[in-house]
């Protein structure tokens, strides 16, 4: 079974701190992507990436930036919190590298609840 | 853009009923189609994936139909329940492996 973790479940900060969320895949999956999912809005994409060291911004980029250094793990960072990235975080993997196909699927993370006070 | 959109927001239901929950999308280039369900405070379950080229997946108690040529998408569950209350999200694969999912349907089972 594919497993995608996640470091915290929940998460407090204060406005202005940097924030870290991690996640690691263990099937050696070579995309990996983070969301954020907020009542009547959905899931969006902040970021993903096809492989180490690459990374592609995603349709709410504003405020996140993100790390790949190694092949199963995906860092998500804030880099100075605020009260409107209040959220609940869910991070994803899947297999083929970039490629358009038709049978891959997402695998997702149990999601980090993060509160900006 | 792509976007997905599910109706009902929101579903109530005795158990036992069968019951219908509807996706559609606006750009038919799509490569495939999955449904996804996810309990309270939790991550996504995959449930089931329909290729483009394919008109509909099973699995136990769970159909799903798609019609590519019209947007749609359907996810059939016979004799629901309790256990079924979720929320189940509809999601579009474009090129990239992307998804662009739909605001879901929440879903209650009443025993």
């Known amino acids: 079974d594919v497993k995608v973790t996640q470091s915290s479940r929940y998460l407090v900060k204060r406005t202005g701190e940097k924030v870290f969320l991690e996640c690691v895949q263990d099937?050696?999956?070579?995309?990996m992507f983070w969301y954020r999912q907020d009542p009547g809005l959905g899931l969006r994409l902040i970021y993903f990436?096809?492989?180490?060291?690459?990374?592609e911004k995603g349709d709410i980029p504003e405020g996140y930036s993100v790390s790949r250094e190694k092949k199963e793990r995906f860092s998500l960072i804030l880099e100075s919190a605020s009260t409107n990235q209040t959220s609940m975080y869910l991070c994803?993997?899947?297999?083929?590298?970039?490629?358009?196909?038709?049978?891959?699927?997402?695998?997702f993370g149990p999601g980090t609840r993060l509160t900006v006070l | 853009k792509q976007e997905v959109t599910q109706i009902p927001a929101a579903l109530s239901v005795p158990e036992g009923e069968n019951l219908v929950l509807n996706c559609s999308f606006t750009?038919?280039?799509?490569?495939?189609l999955q449904w996804f369900r996810q309990d309270p405070g939790k991550g996504l379950t995959s449930l089931l994936l329909?290729?483009?080229?394919?008109r509909e997946q099973t699995s136990g108690r769970l159909n799903a139909s798609l019609d590519k040529s019209s947007g749609r998408s359907t996810l059939y569950i016979a004799a629901s329940q309790p256990g079924d209350s979720a929320t189940y999200l509809c999601?579009?694969?474009?090129?990239?492996?992307?998804?662009?999912f739909g605001g879901g349907t929440r879903l209650m089972v009443k025993p």
């Open positions: 994803a993997s899947s297999l083929l590298r970039g490629a358009t196909t038709s049978t891959d699927t997402q695998y």
């Open positions: 099937m050696d999956h070579e995309n």
């Open positions: 990436s096809y492989d180490v060291k690459m990374k």
């Open positions: 750009d038919s280039a799509i490569y495939n």
């Open positions: 329909i290729q483009s080229s394919q």
């Open positions: 999601a579009v694969s474009n090129a990239g492996n992307m998804l662009t």
